[in-house]
């Protein structure tokens, strides 16, 4: 399986952008980049994910490499709600390595 | 919109007891789902994952298996449950395809004492 390396934890300042990188060096061609986080105590959920292109949703904007090595997640004003464990994985399209297989994800803290 | 269900919240059980935990999806057919644990200050383990009905793949030996009877349910059992078993455990769909995200449960957190 390809592997992700994020830093173990960041920290930020409320209402100020943020900028979660992650590194796949291994990615293939058919692996998509999946972002999810985990608030205490509640299950993980979905944030955003693509292929090759930029991706932006009403959560965060996903900022991908032109070599797909390294992808960043972007929130763009920082909110003490966003306090979270954030999770970069690759999903494999078919079979079992289409299954999302959670790393240890960087621990983000928010500051007011 | 789909949904997923998932029960009870918390449970507190002996160990050697037996263990049923369910999960049900609605408002989609056909779903992948998954089993995951997460043990206390650990990341999310994936326990099991099913493509359909009767079909259980197990990531990890242990104590536990699945099973899926109908399309859209999921059921997590033990036999005899360990002081190990306890966690937090989460069920989730997604679609078949990897473009598509997961969505998970709101978990249930089990203690065995």
């Known amino acids: 399986d390809a592997k992700t390396t994020q830093p173990n934890s960041m920290e930020s300042n409320e209402e100020e952008p943020v900028h979660l990188p992650c590194n796949h060096s291994?990615?293939?061609?058919?692996?998509?980049i999946h972002w999810y986080r985990q608030l205490p105590s509640q299950g993980p959920e979905y944030v955003i994910h693509?292929?090759?292109s930029n991706v932006n949703n009403r959560m965060a904007s996903l900022a991908i490499a032109e070599d797909r090595k390294s992808s960043t997640l972007i929130l763009h004003r920082a909110t003490l709600r966003d306090a979270a464990v954030y999770y970069c994985?690759?999903?494999?399209?078919?079979?079992?390595?289409?299954?999302?297989?959670f790393g240890k994800g960087t621990k983000l803290s928010v500051k007011p | 919109s789909q949904t997923i269900h998932q029960w009870p919240a918390t449970l507190v059980q002996p160990v050697g007891s037996p263990l049923s935990l369910e999960c049900t999806v609605e408002?989609?057919?056909?779903?992948?789902l998954y089993w995951y644990r997460q043990a206390a200050g650990r990341g999310l383990q994936l326990l099991f994952y099913?493509?359909?009905?009767?079909?259980i793949s197990s990531e990890v030996p242990q104590n536990l298996s699945a099973s899926r009877p109908q399309d859209r349910q999921f059921i997590l059992s033990s036999k005899k449950l360990l002081l190990s078993d306890s966690g937090f455990y989460l069920c989730?769909?997604?679609?078949?395809?990897?473009?598509?995200?997961?969505?998970f449960g709101s978990g249930t957190r089990l203690t065995v004492v």
């Open positions: 291994t990615i293939s061609g058919t692996d998509y």
């Open positions: 994985i690759l999903r494999r399209y078919g079979g079992s390595q289409g299954n999302l297989i």
């Open positions: 693509g292929l090759t």
């Open positions: 099913s493509v359909g009905i009767g079909q």
């Open positions: 408002g989609t057919s056909n779903p992948n």
């Open positions: 989730a769909w997604s679609a078949r395809r990897a473009y598509y995200g997961y969505t």
